[in-house]
């Protein structure tokens, strides 16, 4: 890969994370290449272009992206000439590990191949590979939607080079991506251990009726939410402690949080517990048509995003201005 802003890109599985990919690459003027064996790939691929296109924060027409992106019945085919590979298929490590042999085989040697997996590792993905195949492998796991929420997780396999690393870390961030690499291996990787964390407790209290699904996410987006688009929980709480700081909030709130942490909810997910998590939720948004909900939450996401760059802007303008 040069270190023009664009080049091929080879979109290997055209469910929801895929499609999503393919407009944000597009939209940056990438070469996108796609494939999936899903007989209605064509109109998969023109589907999401009219839903991402406009929620994209900078809203791009989508038959001027359908000029960049082409389908392919072969994955071969698809990647012949890629700078990169975004593999966006099924959980399964097998499945992973074979078709990266394949795309491996088939790519271009320098081409960066990378999975959009939520969970499953790199050093096992590549375990199959050569030396040098293994070396190019590495998971750039995207928050959904990835045409949208700017986190890309870069995480390294026991076999990934560091250049690998510096330029796939890059390339995303030439896509508007904030790229962080996670030092080891761990399942699930970062955000979606936190994302875990919050939502086993938010079962636990509507398992034990403490509250409804929707007042749950009334909660979240009236506190939390708002609070952690601007800083996270080490900064919050450090500025929790005033002046003080972090060690002054460990010192008087500490005592308190190690009490909850013992109090937590581990709840079991029974067949039960499904049925009366699902009924819940389904009473709250189940009446709800999924692409409505979809574009009211990509139009929010973005109201947020765009308002923090622009405050962002303005800090840094008065900064130079001193």
Known sequence: MTESTSGTVAVIGAGTIGLSWMTLFAAHGWTVRVHD???DLATAVADGLRQFGPTLLEPADP????RLVHV????????????????NGPEDLEFKQRLFAELAEAAPPGALLASSTSGLQ??????????AGAGRMLVAHPFNPPHLLPLVEIVGGARTTEDTLTRAADVYRTLGKVPVRIRKETSGFVANRLQSALFREAVDLVLRGVVTPAE???????????????GGP??????GGGPGGFRHFFEHLGPGMVRRWKDLGSPELTDEAARRLVEATEDEYGTHDYA????????????????????ERRSSSRKDLR
């Open 292 to 311: 409505e909900l979809t574009r009211a939450r990509d139009v929010q996401e973005i109201a947020v995003l765009s308002a923090r760059a622009r405050a």
């Open 63 to 66: 038959d001027r992206l359908a």
């Open 37 to 39: 064996p899903r007989p």
């Open 234 to 239: 080490f900064l919050t709480f450090h500025l």
């Open 216 to 230: 749950v996410d009334t909660i979240v987006t009236e506190s939390l939410g708002p609070r952690w688009a601007t």
């Open 72 to 87: 392919h019945t072969e994955a071969a085919e698809a990647v012949a000439d890629a700078d990169l590979v975004q593999e």
């Open 122 to 131: 790199p050093s096992d993905i590549s375990a199959r590979l050569t030396e």
